[in-house]
């Protein structure tokens, strides 16, 4: 607990250093490539790394409303609102992390320097959307992290990437409209309110019509800018162009991010029940539009970018609930999605081709087979892996909170996790696929190449394609490492499922504080930095 | 803080907690038995790999049997476990009762069975022959798999049994169905894609269990089994019927009941199918037991169409006329298989349409007669399926020679098939009398029950007919000139003696049913049906056992003995007729002469010929085609050219919220 108001200021002002040294390190990267190439690739990690120490430094012992702060003007209505707590400092290091895991390594590029800025500038936009308070500072994060992203998807150079940066940049635009009418509408709809500042405006606890239309554009364009929701057409473009280290961000961590500020902001029950319908509603459609094209799905970054589309519906549908217990399904969601996605994603950074690629890859590489197994049967919820009881908690909060919309959803989550389950156990199936030939990817059959009972031929002697694929397929050795980490932690934290759940609680419940709280605090906390400064 | 914790009913303590009560002193027969479970996964897992050191595992087994035998939860009080858990503020705890004892004693028992195999066929001589578990590269390896599947999968299912609450019973299952992945992956005589294809259906079931589960949790506010009964009555029309097909569609599934029979897996190499036969296909029995039976009562389930405005709808006949069909279907296909293995997984499925057509229809016959033929399969079809598939482990009808068998061999294979069937004087005699006491006596079926009568007895003709086929199989003398060049294998005392222990026991059995049926009394009494009127050979006033033996035996051995000398003379007589050539090629004391009925072709129907795989394919791809189809046109209508279409619909629907006042 941060007693004094300098204290407080001290403790904001780390905050921000952590937002803003990515992003300084970005400004600074091309000056810097052309004086000394060698310094400026070591710059951005360097950056990555103080940010965190950074984040580290605030620790996360936070008292239960964390720590609010605004920068501008009083009363502008464009001011950015931060709040760093326990959930914040969390996320906020996982984007860095996350980042970090997946930086470019030893690989040829175009523009290097153009590259790092890129991704130093969606950490940057990642950190602040884990920090934002309020829908507008949350927008402005998203839209930093938007650019970046397009930035990213047109290093390749070629034309399918710039196709897919033009179909990000004409949907983005349609989720940028989208999202600053929503906002306009929310901003318009308190102007009455007799709360002293825009962003305590709109969170304010009201059952509004114009309030929920806003709340409703705002949570669409979110959605498509994020590639959240249903509405990511643009994603098909990108999984075919986008590196995987970019999908493991677009399609993990940021989506995290992005639901968690819309959940804090606006969908802790203060909005009353059409806000949550509607992102119930966006959240099964995800689940369910993402597990089906799980199964669709031909080509390995399509399988596993769509695999966190429906995590993160699933994500979307717990903080819908509302109250603690949906939280708590939420943030248990969360943390079981940003392990186990990254370490699949840093497994799969060399696997851009088809499915049918990985044909028999567990004869030569029986480990990251086998950690591959571990991350499927947790994801699709395996008693007594942690992603069952993440799985289970947001089944049981379903159930409590009685039916309508609760039951499609609930069987929106009962649907995508079967879709799932079995698209894993088709994958997995073909990894361990004894015949190192490609066979067809036909679940109607289980007829194995060479098996006698069924007439088929035996296997041909000859070396064939996958073959010679195994060596280009193999992972980074760091991303094995991380993988095999990854694993024990899932393996240890189902002893100390106890303890964990006893943290997560404690998050779960900052999350679910009430809106109203939190203004007060920020409110407190400005007179007080006024005081300081006078 | 404090206050915000206070405010929060949930979840304000964490989602799960270990309670532990016991101390070493205090054991109970029940914590015993856990512990020997676990025990024996440890064995395995440590020593597993070296086949000398098997019969501890066999021993494992035998001290979970010693334990279990000690918790008098038979005739005395229900035992509660000394471990428990709370997960999500519900208790998980385990309790054993006459129902957990009766289906934990035939897990057991296979167990012990299949482990005595395991050992058998894990030996060089069988290694050899290629019996067994036949791995590409470490067999030790392989056979260290199989055991600790084997170990898990009891204690898996000994979890399952014993459960107190519906959560601990979906806990359970799942980690039941994983086990037996595992175990039927260990088993390469089971195509790898076949186990993860259970492992999918299995999968779907567990989410229709799932969804059944929080609808049920939804209404009762808790997943106690006492206090979802007492909330049945309060539960809406569509709730209920919501909560009736999420439990068809899970339990039907795992039960393989019709139409949801795709993921069958083939198994053709023993030990594995031993334990799978004889309790692993049915271990979903217990679920509906305690689901249908003891918990939500077969009055609730029926009543449910009628609340719903249907009255036609009864759900209950949709599942008599389900096990029906399940009993034609697999006898069919029984009857056109093409290889001994296939045979008898359908035949295996056709037997569970009869236990489920008699665990549907109720009373005090048709319960008992359901238990009573999970105890009679169990013990047949483990022999059929470790004797048979031991000696065929790749044979197919259609291009392999027969195969010789021993005398003692033989008597073993005809007395697991007449138990089968339902033949006095084994314990499938009094199963099937019981199905057909209940059939004639029980008013709910008024004139549907002859029709049902047709239709077992039709499943009882065809599947005299594919057992002969297999007979007639067996008994055919290897043709070394078929180009089969697979020798029959020797028979050793370590696989002998577990089978002929089961054979022995249904003939024992059938002819004193009283101990079997004393156990079915005490289940009845529990799940509040009306009990058994049993004696010592039989049903008190209506069946006598002993009596028909000694009838049967009258009338049979003055037949049977001396046409019995006369073959065994002919026998011997015709490799002499054929000179000292055909002497050294077969064993005349060991090995069944060839007689007229060998030397008829053995043609199975025409029209089901490739048979019982296609089948499965076919059924399957009809599946497989509609989920492509369905989650294609989820997956289009959000894509590129259809997302503005998307995006239209949601903001249309936000205003219909809206304007609709939520």
Redesign the interface.
């Known amino acids: 607990m941060i007693a004094s108001a300098a204290g407080q200021l001290d403790f904001a002002l780390r905050a921000l250093a952590a937002i803003a040294l990515p992003g300084a390190a970005a400004l600074t990267m091309r000056l810097l490539h052309g004086i000394w190439p060698g310094a400026a690739a070591w710059l951005g990690p360097l950056a990555l790394l103080s940010a965190m120490g950074s984040l580290l430094s605030l620790g996360l012992g936070f008292s ?1 409303g964390g720590i609010g702060f605004a920068l501008g003007a009083a009363g502008s209505p464009l001011e950015l609102v931060f709040r760093v707590d326990g959930l914040a400092v969390v996320l906020g290091l996982s984007a860095l992390a996350v980042t970090l895991l997946f930086w470019t390594r030893w690989e040829d590029h175009p523009d290097p320097p153009g590259q790092a800025m890129s991704q130093l500038l969606l950490a940057s936009g990642m950190l602040g959307l884990a920090f934002a308070a309020d829908l507008v500072t949350a927008w402005l994060c998203l839209e930093l992290c938007f650019f970046s992203t397009c930035a990213l998807l047109m290093t390749k150079g070629n034309l399918r990437s710039l196709a897919a940066a033009l ?1 990000l940049l004409r ?1 983005g635009g ?1 989720g940028s409209a989208l999202a600053a009418l929503g906002i306009g509408l929310l901003l318009v709809s308190s102007a009455g309110s007799s709360l002293p500042s825009p962003e305590a405006r709109l969170n304010q606890p009201s059952d509004g ?1 114009l309030q ?2 806003g709340f ?2 705002a949570l ?1 364009g979110f959605g ?1 800018k994020a590639g959240l929701f ?4 643009w994603s ?2 990108a999984e075919r162009a986008a590196p995987m280290r970019l999908l493991a961000i677009v399609s993990g961590v940021l989506p995290v991010l992005v639901s968690t500020t819309v959940a804090r902001t606006l969908a802790g029950g203060d909005l009353g ?2 806000a949550n ?2 992102l119930l ?2 959240g099964a ?1 995800a689940a ?2 993402g ?3 799980l ?2 799905a031909q080509d390995i970054p399509a399988f596993f970018l769509r695999l966190g589309l429906a995590a993160n519906g699933m994500v979307a549908i717990a903080f819908s609930v509302g ?3 949906g939280q ?1 399904a939420a943030v ?1 969601l969360i943390a079981h999605l940003l392990v186990v996605q990254t370490a699949v994603f840093g497994l799969a950074q060399r696997w851009s081709g088809a499915i049918s690629d990985l044909s028999g890859l567990a004869t030569r590489m029986p480990v990251t087979a086998g950690v591959l197994v571990l991350f499927a ?1 947790s994801w ?1 919820g ?3 892996l942690p992603g ?2 993440a799985k ?2 947001l ?2 909060v ?3 909170d ?2 309508g919309l609760f ?1 499609v959803a ?2 929106a989550v ?2 995508a ?3 799932e ?2 698209a894993w ?2 994958f ?2 073909l990894l ?1 696929a ?1 015949s190192r030939a490609l066979p067809e990817i036909d ?6 190449p060479g ?4 007439g088929d031929p035996q296997p041909p002697a000859t070396p064939v394609r996958a073959d010679r694929w195994f060596h280009l397929l193999r992972p980074h050795w760091l991303d094995r490492a991380y993988s095999v980490v990854a694993a024990a932690l899932l393996v240890t934290a189902v002893p100390l ?6 943290q997560l ?1 404690s998050i ?2 900052e999350v ?2 009430p809106a109203a709280a939190r203004n007060e605090e920020v409110r407190d906390f400005a007179s007080r930095v006024s005081e300081v400064g006078g | 803080m404090t206050m915000l914790e206070a405010q929060l009913p949930w979840p304000s303590v964490p989602i799960a907690v270990l309670s532990v009560r016991w101390s070493w002193d205090a054991l109970s027969p029940l914590d015993l038995l856990f512990l020997a479970g676990l025990g024996t996964v440890g064995l395995a897992l440590v020593l597993g790999r070296w086949r000398r050191f098997t019969p501890l595992l066999t021993a494992g087994y035998g001290v979970q049997f010693w334990a279990l035998s000690h918790a008098n939860v038979l005739t005395g009080e229900p035992m509660v476990a000394s471990l428990a858990l709370r997960v999500l503020r519900q208790p998980v705890v385990w309790r054993y009762d006459s129902l957990s004892w009766f289906f934990a004693m035939l897990t057991i028992g296979a167990a012990f069975v299949t482990s005595l195999c395991a050992f058998s066929l894990s030996s060089p001589a069988a290694d050899r022959r290629s019996i067994g578990i036949r791995p590409a590269g470490n067999r030790t390896g392989n056979w260290h798999r199989f055991h600790v599947a084997l170990a898990l999968s009891v204690v898996a299912s000994l979890g399952l049994f014993g459960s107190g609450n519906l959560l601990a019973l979906y806990l359970g299952w799942e980690l039941v169905v994983w086990a037996y992945l595992l175990l039927l992956l260990a088993s390469p005589g089971i195509s790898a894609s076949a186990a993860l294809r259970y492992a999918g259906y299995s999968f779907f079931g567990g989410m229709g269990l799932l969804g059944a589960l929080a609808l049920l949790f939804q209404g009762a506010g808790s997943l106690d089994f006492a206090q979802v009964r007492q909330a049945l009555p309060s539960l809406g029309a569509l709730h209920g019927f919501m909560i009736v097909a999420f439990l068809m569609l899970g339990i039907g599934l795992r039960l393989t009941a019709l139409p949801l029979l795709g993921w069958r897996t083939g198994q053709r190499q023993p030990p594995a199918p031993v334990f799978w036969h004889a309790i692993g296909a049915r271990v979903g029995f217990y679920a509906v037991l305690v689901l249908l039976v003891e918990t939500l009562g077969f009055e609730w389930f029926s009543g449910v169409g009628s609340s719903l405005g249907a009255s036609w709808l009864d759900l209950r006949s949709i599942l008599i006329w389900s096990a029906a069909a399940l009993i034609v279907l697999g006898v069919w296909r029984a009857w056109g298989a093409s290889s001994p293995g296939a045979l008898l997984g359908w035949l295996g499925l056709g037997q569970t349409g009869y236990v489920l057509l008699a665990f549907s229809l109720g009373g005090s016959f048709g319960s008992a007669s359901g238990l009573l033929s999970l105890f009679a399969l169990g013990l047949a079809e483990a022999a059929l399926a470790g004797y048979c598939l031991f000696l065929l482990p790749h044979a197919t009808f259609a291009k392999s020679s027969g195969r010789g068998m021993s005398v003692l061999a033989l008597a073993v294979a005809l007395i697991a098939m007449a138990s089968l069937l339902g033949l006095p004087p084994t314990l499938g005699f009094v199963a099937k009398w019981l199905l057909v006491a209940e059939l004639l006596d029980t008013p709910l079926l008024a004139f549907s029950r002859w029709p049902l009568l047709g239709i077992a007895g039709f499943g009882w003709l065809l599947t005299l007919l594919a057992l002969l086929r297999l007979a007639r199989f067996v008994r055919r003398p290897p043709n070394p000139t078929s180009g089969d060049h697979e020798q029959p294998p020797e028979m050793s005392h370590g696989v002998m003696a577990p089978l002929l222990g089961l054979s022995a026991l249904t003939l024992l059995a059938g002819v004193v049913p009283g101990p079997a049926l004393g156990w079915i009394a005490a289940i009845q009494d529990l799940v509040a049906v009306p009990v058994l009127d049993w004696q010592l050979t039989g049903i008190e006033g209506r069946l006598n056992m002993l009596m028909v033996g000694l009838l049967e035996a009258a009338v049979l051995l003055p037949v049977l003995v001396p046409g019995w000398f006369m073959r065994r003379s002919k026998a011997r007589r015709q490799p002499l007729e054929a000179g000292p050539a055909a002497v050294d090629q077969g064993d005349p004391t060991r090995t069944m002469a060839r007689t007229r009925a060998d030397t008829l072709p053995v043609t199975p129907p025409a029209a089901t010929v490739p048979g019982d795989e296609a089948a499965v394919h076919t059924q399957e791809g009809l599946l497989i085609s509609g989920l492509n189809a369905l989650t294609a046109a989820v997956w289009r209508l959000t894509g590129f050219a259809s997302a503005s279409w998307a995006l239209a619909a949601m903001l249309i629907f936000m205003v219909y919220l809206l304007v609709s006042g939520r």
Not at chain 1, 230 to 233: C, F, H
């Open positions: 239960p179909s949907w349609v019509p929920t239309i409703a554009l669409i498509t249903a509405l990511n057409p098909t473009d029940a059409a319908d509607a509603l966006i459609l369910v539009v597990a089906a094209g199964w669709q109250g603690a217990p708590f248990a049967a699709i395996i008693p007594p069952f009881w289970l908690m089944v049981i379903l159930a409590e009685g039916g039951s609930l069987l009962l649907t996790t079967t879709l389950a079995l156990l088709r997995l199936r361990y004894r679940a109607s059959s289980d007829r194995q098996d006698p009972q069924l499922l106890g303890p964990l759940t006893a609680n779960a419940l679910a504080r």
